[in-house]
Each structure stands twice: as structure tokens, then as C-alpha cells.
């Protein structure tokens, strides 16, 4: 029995440490490929070289080093930011609904973010120079924050706390009522209609370590949360009522559960943008490669989804440069088809 | 160390009474079955002794009141086999097992080895051992009830609430799993509370019986004071002959074809 129990470890730990190694590859990957620069092979050995006691002539010019540590690592890391955490927190949000058609927006995360963004390019016009700090993050992340509390707010005033299906219903409902202000905001301001389109689409293009800043300390925190609730998700399985009869407090877990994967959500969204299926597909890829548990699910997802975005932003920045394609249409045009894949063979739960 | 005393305990939904005021004692290592008619209040009383919905009136195992405790506390007291369990499709049957354990795992921390050994022992005592690695939808509606009982005994608690727990065992495993009861709770004096439709087997294995109609009692006590013919055609409307085995007083109900005693009229 120790045996099998190691058994399990072990192969925990060769799944994390494979996880790792993909992420290295993707970010390296990321690093190495892109307009301008040095060429892609010079990229690893300088960032070799970079690493204390080692000593590579990569060749790599300061100037050239400058494109690929001020330009592209922002954009890399803030990448693999937002695919980790949109995929952990898909992967939260699916566990505690144990549905598993669910995505990180399902509460309003993504429309109130995307309402607030609309409504801060409306006030802030084209003259964004005027401003001290670019306010579109800063009040997007307010308004995912503001509309996933109201889903909350209204969603347990019905539901008594422990169903899950009546806090699904308010965010439908949620949802289309923020999108609906923001239509007619935006239909009331037509000529910033593509400014905030291309908001929408989501793009890590433009990225710099501000940003990186802004939004890694809360994927860290949120990422670690939902971490050490990996032993709930399992529980939450079998449904409230068993849960809560082996002793989790459904009501408050949930709430500590879903709280962390909005927070890191609306902090990842507010400065990408709304980059979709993400959230919703490489939770679903690790449980079909690794297996359901989510000690191995929730860690597995974060590296999986970082890696994954870096490597779905390299076609947007090669494919049509310099007019670059946004990474929300790659990973849309990856997930949809799995999408299908999945309602066909996978069974609607919950 | 583990008397169960429910007093005036009602459950109410809405509108409808469930339960009753209902009130009773149950001895440590004493087992309990509770049988009624359909929706006569049987789930409802175990999940509210479970914690599981709102109810009035108190429930206490050695006075300490179950309201009171956590979550946490509670579930090391009271394991709960609910009438329908969901079963999550791909999860292994002993992980799905280790879920039993989670009231003594923390927050920082995962399964111990005591939590690896008593799920192996669980599974095997439940002859279960051979299907530790399998995936829950691969297995037929018997076995996951198996292994719902096992998750629950592995609980360790000292109260065992079981909702029909062998509705869908064949008669071979039915005993099998009775007997476990019936043996767990002489060797750890578990205290167990059943519902139980199959009223020969319940009459076998308990102690006493309660009978719920419409949330009242209607009987209490000894399966032969309990089972009459005349009281089950009064409460379940059924024709039935109801024979006592002069060797060792086992009651036996056996379903008669014929005209129900009271016409139907609920
Ligand atoms: N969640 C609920 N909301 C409203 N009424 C309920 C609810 N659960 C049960 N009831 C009602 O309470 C009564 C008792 O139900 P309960 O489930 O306790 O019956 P039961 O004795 O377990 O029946 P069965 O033998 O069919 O399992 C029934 O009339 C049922 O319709
Ligand atoms: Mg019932």
C-alpha cells in the first residue's frame, strides 16, 4: 500500500516536472521568435549566458538584447500570466460548479471587464496622453470585480448559498445585462467602436513589465489559493450535499474558491483583454492527459495554459507582421474546434 | 461514546412537514431502521441528522449538540450514505474512497499513509480490493454502492447514517453488506441508523424499528411488535402475511396478491 501511495507521488512529480520543462520550452520559445531582434537560435544561448557562472559568446548585440528583454519578455511572461491563470481559475470554476462547459467569465468576470474597458476608452477618448496612467486596466478590473459580486449577490440571495445552478443562472443574467449597457454605451460612441473591438479580441501586444507588475502578484496569490483547494474541488465531486457531509463548508469554500479565481481573473483580463476558450479548454486537456484529481488538474492547467498562450501568441506576431493577428483569434480558432470535439463526446454534468 | 438523542426534531419544507416532532435515543452501537412509505420522511430525518438541511428541535451525540460543531467536527462524528449519491464518472474508486477522509486531512496538508491504510483496509473488507484502480462509471450500479459504503465507513465516524444503502445489491451482496454493518458495529460499536424498504431484512438486521407515516411515527420498537400484517396494510396499503420463524424469532413479510385493506386515497 506504501507502495502504490509512492507510486502515486512519484508519477505526481514526473507530470509537474514535465509541466515544468513544456513551460520552460514555451517561454524560451516565446523569446527566441519575433520580428526584428537577433536571430531565433541566438536567443537560448544568451539567455544561458545571462544565468550566474555561465559564459556563452552568444553573439547577441546589446541593442538586439534590448528588443528581446524590453519587447518581447514582457509580452512573453504577461502571456504565460494570463494563460496560467485563466486556466487555473477555469479549472476552479469548473470544479466548484461541476460543470464542465464552465469558464472563468461565466460570472461576469469577462462582460464587466469589457463594460468598464468600454466605458474608460469612452472617457478617456483618443488622448490618451493626457492621462498619468492608462485608466482601461485600472477601471476594467473595478468593473469585472463589481459585476462578479452583483452575480454573487444576486445568485445566493435565491439560491440559499449552497446551489451552484442559481449562481450559473445570475451570472447568464448578469452577463447580458452588462453587455447590454455596454452596446449601447458603445453604440452612442461609434468612431471608438475599434479601439474598444480590438480591446475585446484580447492582444498581449504592446505589453511591458508594468504590466507584468501589475497583474503577477495577484496571479501568484490566486494561483496559490486555489491550490490549496485542490482537495475540496475533488470533494465538491460529489455534490454539496455529500460535500458538506464530509465535512467541507460548501457555502464559505465556494465562496474562498470562487473569489480567487475572479480576483486573479479580472486582474489578468483588465490588461489583456478578453482572450477566450483558454480558461475553458486546457483545464479539459490536462484531466483528459493526466487525470481528474486536481492536485495534479489545478498545478497542471496553470503551467499547461502559461505555455500555451506564450506558444498561441508566436503565429500572431509572425504570421501577418506588423499587422499583428490578435491572440484571442488564435486561441479561439484552436478552441473552438475542441469545443465541438468536447460537447460531442464528453457528458453535459451537473 | 456515541449516543445519538434526537428531541422533537422537525423538518419542514416550505409549506410541508416532512418530520414530525420526533424524538428518540439510540444507544451506542445500537442499530436503528427506519422504514415508511415513500415519502413518509425517512431521508429527511437522516439528512437532517446529517446537517444537511434545516431542522427544529436538537440533535446531540453525547450532549454535545451537532449545530454547534463545524463542518469538520461534525463529519468526524456523523457518516452519511445519501439514497442517491453523484458519482463523479472518472474518479478512481480509491480516490473516490480517500474522500471519507477528508474531515482529518488540513488545510496545508494531503492524505496521510493512515489515510492510504484505511482506505485499503476499507476496500478490502468490502471485498473491494480488485476494483481500487477502476474508474466509478465502469462499474455496475451494485459496485458503486459498494464503494459508497466503503467512502462513508472510512469516514471512521462513530455514527453511520445509511439512506437505502443496498436498493441496488443483489441478495448475495445485500448480506454481505449488512453483515459488515452488523459487524463493524459490534467490533468499533458503530451506531447506525438505516433506512431500509426491504422489510424482512430490516426486521433481521436492526435493532429496533421505527415506522414514519407522513412524518409521524407509527410504530416503534421490536420487528415483531413492529410488523404486523394489520399495521402494514394500514401504512403501506399492501395485503401481506407476515410469518415469525419459530427457531430464532427472525420476521419474515411476504407481499400477498390480492385487494389492498384500504382503498387508495392519497
Ligand atoms: N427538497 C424538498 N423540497 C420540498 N419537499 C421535499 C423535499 N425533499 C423531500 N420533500 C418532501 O418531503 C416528504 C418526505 O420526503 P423524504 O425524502 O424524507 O421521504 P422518504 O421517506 O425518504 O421517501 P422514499 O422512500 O421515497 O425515499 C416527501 O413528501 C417529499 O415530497
Ligand atoms: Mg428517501
Known amino acids: 500500500m506504501t507502495d502504490a501511495a509512492a507510486d502515486v507521488a512519484a508519477r505526481d512529480r514526473v507530470w509537474f516536472v514535465g509541466g515544468g520543462i513544456f513551460l520552460i520550452i514555451a517561454l524560451v520559445t516565446g523569446a527566441s521568435i519575433g520580428p526584428a531582434g537577433p536571430d531565433w537560435w541566438r536567443v537560448p544561448l544568451e539567455l544561458l549566458n545571462r544565468l550566474p557562472l555561465v559564459a556563452i559568446d552568444s553573439g547577441v548585440t546589446e541593442a538586439q538584447w534590448n528588443i528581446v528583454w524590453k519587447i518581447r519578455m514582457p509580452r ?75 452575480t454573487y449577490v444576486v445568485g445566493a440571495a435565491f439560491g440559499g448559498g449552497r446551489t451552484g445552478a442559481t449562481l450559473v443562472l445570475a451570472g447568464v443574467a448578469v452577463v447580458s445585462f452588462t453587455s447590454a449597457m455596454q452596446t449601447f454605451v458603445l453604440r452612442r460612441n461609434l468612431d471608438l467602436i475599434n479601439e474598444v473591438f480590438e480591446w475585446i479580441l484580447g492582444s498581449l501586444a504592446g505589453a511591458t513589465w508594468g504590466d507584468v507588475r501589475l497583474s503577477a502578484p495577484y496571479v501568484v496569490v490566486c494561483s496559490i489559493v486555489l491550490i490549496l483547494h485542490r482537495r475540496h474541488l475533488d470533494v465538491f465531486r460529489v455534490g ?20 480567487a479565481a475572479t480576483l486573479g481573473t479580472a486582474a489578468v483580463v483588465s490588461v489583456s483583454g478578453l482572450i477566450g476558450f483558454v480558461g475553458l479548454v486546457v483545464p479539459h486537456v490536462v484531466r483528459l492527459v493526466a487525470g481528474s484529481r486536481n492536485k495534479r488538474v489545478l498545478p497542471l492547467s496553470l503551467m499547461g495554459g502559461a505555455a500555451f498562450l506564450v506558444l498561441a501568441d508566436v503565429p500572431g506576431r509572425i504570421l501577418e507582421n506588423p499587422a499583428e493577428t490578435p491572440i484571442g483569434v488564435v486561441t479561439a480558432f484552436l478552441g473552438a474546434p475542441f469545443f465541438i470535439y468536447l460537447l460531442r463526446t464528453r457528458r453535459i454534468s451537473g | ?36 412509505p415513500n415519502g413518509a420522511g425517512k431521508s429527511s430525518l437522516l439528512r437532517s441528522i446529517a446537517g444537511l438541511i434545516d431542522h427544529g428541535g436538537s440533535i446531540s ?81 451494485g459496485e458503486r454502492q459498494r464503494v459508497v459504503l466503503a467512502r462513508a465507513l472510512a469516514q471512521q465516524a462513530p455514527i453511520l447514517l445509511l439512506d437505502e444503502p443496498t ?28 433506512a431500509l424498504h426491504d422489510l424482512t431484512l430490516a426486521g433481521t438486521y436492526t435493532d429496533r424499528l421505527v415506522m414514519l407515516d407522513d412524518g409521524v411515527v407509527a410504530a416503534s420498537g421490536a420487528a415483531v411488535d413492529v410488523l404486523t400484517a394489520e399495521r402494514l396494510g394500514e401504512v403501506y396499503n399492501v395485503c401481506v402475511t407476515v410469518e415469525v420463524d419459530p427457531d430464532d424469532g427472525a420476521v419474515i413479510v411476504v407481499p400477498r396478491r390480492g385487494f389492498p385493506v384500504r382503498p387508495s386515497d392519497d
Open chain 1, 76 to 150: 512573453v511572461i504577461l502571456g504565460a500570466l494570463v494563460g496560467g491563470m485563466l486556466s487555473i481559475a477555469g479549472a476552479g470554476y469548473q470544479g466548484v460548479f461541476r460543470n464542465p462547459l464552465v469558464d472563468p467569465y461565466l460570472l461576469g468576470a469577462a462582460s464587466g471587464a469589457g463594460l468598464g474597458a468600454t466605458i474608460a476608452i469612452v472617457v478617456r477618448g483618443g488622448a490618451l496622453n493626457d492621462w498619468p496612467v492608462n485608466p482601461v486596466p485600472v477601471i476594467a478590473f473595478a468593473f469585472a470585480v463589481a459585476t462578479v459580486m452583483t
Open chain 1, 240 to 259: 454539496d450535499d455529500e460535500a458538506a457531509s464530509l465535512g467541507v463548508s460548501v457555502g464559505r469554500t465556494r465562496l474562498v474558491i470562487v473569489v
Open chain 2, 1 to 36: 461514546m456515541s449516543r445519538l438523542t434526537l428531541s422533537d426534531v422537525t423538518v419542514s419544507y416550505a409549506e410541508r412537514v416532512a418530520v414530525a416532532p420526533f424524538s428518540d435515543t439510540i444507544e451506542e452501537g445500537e442499530w436503528l431502521g427506519v422504514i415508511g
Open chain 2, 61 to 141: 451525540v453525547e450532549g454535545v449538540r451537532l449545530d454547534g460543531l463545524s463542518d469538520r467536527e461534525r463529519a468526524k462524528r456523523v457518516a452519511y450514505v445519501p439514497q442517491e449519491p453523484l458519482i463523479p464518472d472518472d474518479m478512481t474508486v480509491t480516490d473516490y474512497v480517500l474522500l471519507g477522509r477528508t474531515p482529518y486531512i488540513g488545510y496545508w496538508s494531503s492524505e496521510s499513509k493512515r489515510d492510504r491504510e484505511v482506505v485499503a483496509e476499507t476496500l478490502d473488507r468490502l471485498r473491494l480490493a480488485d476494483f481500487a484502480p477502476r474508474l466509478l462509471g465502469a462499474l455496475s450500479g
Open chain 2, 167 to 194: 436498493s441496488a445489491l443483489d441478495i448475495g451482496h445485500q448480506q454481505q453488506a449488512l453483515e459488515l454493518v452488523t459487524e463493524l458495529r459490534c467490533t468499533q460499536s458503530l451506531t447506525v441508523i438505516s
